[in-house]
């Protein structure tokens, strides 16, 4: 494991924001099996269960709000990291519309403070900000989007993540500009897309997967209002390995890798919401659910897709696990943890790793 991406992680000082939601714990756990000293700054776990709890990564864990400049920069000073991973926001589209304010300040206030701890800290070399595929401004065509499409957001959660792009833009631009990469700095920065993401351990609120999957426990009929929203799913690991490979390259001075990423499945893993019903179901017959069309909920995207060529150019990306396999693994997941009480975390990553190298993916040679 220690290995993996040249070995890049092992021994390293990593810091991660945002570590106690589902995407940041799953980073937090892989890096610190990778051998990485792990430091996370975030409010505490957004659910109860949630993943942190249950995979309990190696690490020291700073319980703090990134919008409080001085605590952000303090804990930032004394981990000394040499890479930054920029997870913490408010990601959801209808608390969006409930509490714009709040999903602003963390989202574009919040990276400021966070880009802002980075400059200061002296340590850091390599800065990954995570945002989403949502950032784009969407004419629900049947084309992916590319990274230089235009940027912008109907609702604020894709507004106020446009408007982070833009300031990390600027920030690439006039303090960690690549031209005086070497000479009056010595830090890197990328920001990194991707869309709709499934595995074990998210009980995040208005999501399918875990409204699905909390269903199913419950011996409950989960609703669906929007069955023809099409989205492309991955496996939080094929996302998180393109994040990984992006640090990797940036601590090894890459500067084609400071700029932005998409990081998304093939085209064919794009598929509508009543489509991943059924292969849900295939995983878990009890799965049972009704269709509630609803023309008064908020506006929410019906089609989004990344085009993934660019990673797969600069960075000899590709996705180890396709859709079937995904939700294979999510499933059993968390069937697993409901049936059983297991966490299939350590599980999962083993067999995505095995699989990385049998197929011969860039980060695993």
Request: with cysteine; hydrophobic share 40%.
């Amino acid at each position: 494991m220690k290995s993996l991406f040249g070995g890049a992680y092992k021994g390293r000082k990593v810091f991660i924001t945002g570590h106690t939601g589902f995407k940041g714990s799953w980073l937090a756990y892989w890096l610190a099996r990778m051998g990485a000293r792990v430091f996370g700054f975030s409010l505490k776990p957004p659910t109860n269960p949630n993943h942190f709890e249950c995979c309990k990564p190696d690490m020291k864990s700073i319980i703090g709000d990134i919008n409080d400049a001085a605590s952000i920069t303090r804990a930032m000073k004394d981990a000394e990291p040499e890479i930054v991973f920029h997870l913490a926001a408010q990601p959801l589209v209808r608390q969006s519309y409930a509490e714009p304010a709040e999903t602003y300040l963390t989202n574009v206030i919040g990276t400021l403070r966070v880009c802002e701890a980075c400059r200061v800290a002296g340590s850091v070399r390599a800065i990954v900000a995570v945002t989403t595929d949502k950032v784009y401004e969407n004419r629900e065509w049947e084309w992916p989007y590319r990274e230089n499409d235009v940027l912008g957001g109907y609702d604020p959660y894709s507004s106020s993540k446009a408007c982070a792009e833009v300031l990390l833009s600027s920030y690439r631009n006039s303090y960690f500009n690549l031209a005086r990469y070497g000479t009056a700095h010595d830090t890197l920065l990328s920001s990194v897309r991707a869309g709709n993401v499934v595995g074990g351990g998210d009980w995040g609120a208005d999501r399918l997967i875990p409204d699905v999957m909390k269903s199913c426990a419950a011996k409950k009929t989960v609703t669906i209002r929007n069955p023809r929203a099409t989205r492309p799913w991955q496996h939080v690991l094929d996302c998180l390995s393109g994040y990984l490979l992006v640090g990797r390259r940036l601590l090894e001075g890459c500067r084609e890798a400071a700029t932005s990423f998409n990081f998304g499945p093939s085209l064919e893993s794009a598929l509508c919401v009543e489509d991943v019903l059924a292969r849900l179901k295939a995983y878990w017959p009890a799965m049972d659910y009704r269709i509630e069309r609803d023309d008064g909920q908020p506006h929410e995207a019906h089609n989004l897709m990344l085009d993934c060529s660019k990673a797969r150019a600069v960075l000899s990306w590709r996705p180890v696990w396709e859709s079937k396999t995904a939700f294979r693994h999510t499933v059993g997941w968390y069937r697993d943890y409901y049936e059983k009480g297991i966490v299939g975390t350590a599980a999962d990553l083993k067999r995505y790793v095995e699989d990385g190298i049998q197929g011969g993916t860039i980060w695993a040679r």
